[in-house]
Nanobody
Framework: QAQLVESGGGLVQPGGSLTLSCVAS????????IAWFRQVARNGRTGVAL????????YYADSVKGRFTISRDNAKKTVYLTMNDLQPEDTGVYYC???????????????WGRGTPVTVSS
């Protein structure tokens, strides 16, 4: 059974950094594109970043470009999201998801983790 488990969230001050991890089990991570989405209370999920399983291409939402970096270690079955210069608007629950297409469309992702919360506050 495919499973994704996120970790690494927490409370951080503005300007701080966090690295989120997404560990995959039950399927071959190297055959899937992985995306990170963020959900703020009472709002839908929005795409943050994704990384292709084909060539390692990456894509970032405009709001995080230059601050966030997505990477993957297929041998460890883990995808990372390194977040620098965090701001209060980055607060939310971060989810990772696995799919076959290089897209931010949520409908393209079949498997989701349960999320890890990130709070940016002084």
């Amino acid at each position: 059974q495919a499973q994704l488990v996120e970790s690494g969230g927490g409370l951080v001050q503005p300007g701080g950094s966090l690295t989120l991890s997404c560990v995959a089990s039950g399927f071959a991570l190297d055959r899937y594109t992985i995306a990170w989405f963020r959900q703020v209370a009472r709002n839908g999920r929005t795409g943050v970043a994704l990384i292709s399983h084909v060539d390692g291409s990456t894509y970032y939402a405009d709001s995080v470009k230059g601050r966030f970096t997505i990477s993957r270690d297929n041998a460890k079955k883990t995808v990372y999201l390194t977040m620098n210069d965090l701001q209060p608007e980055d607060t939310g629950v971060y989810y990772c998801a696995a799919g076959r297409r290089f897209t931010m469309l949520q409908s393209a992702y079949d498997d989701w983790g349960r999320g890890t919360p990130v709070t940016v506050s002084s």
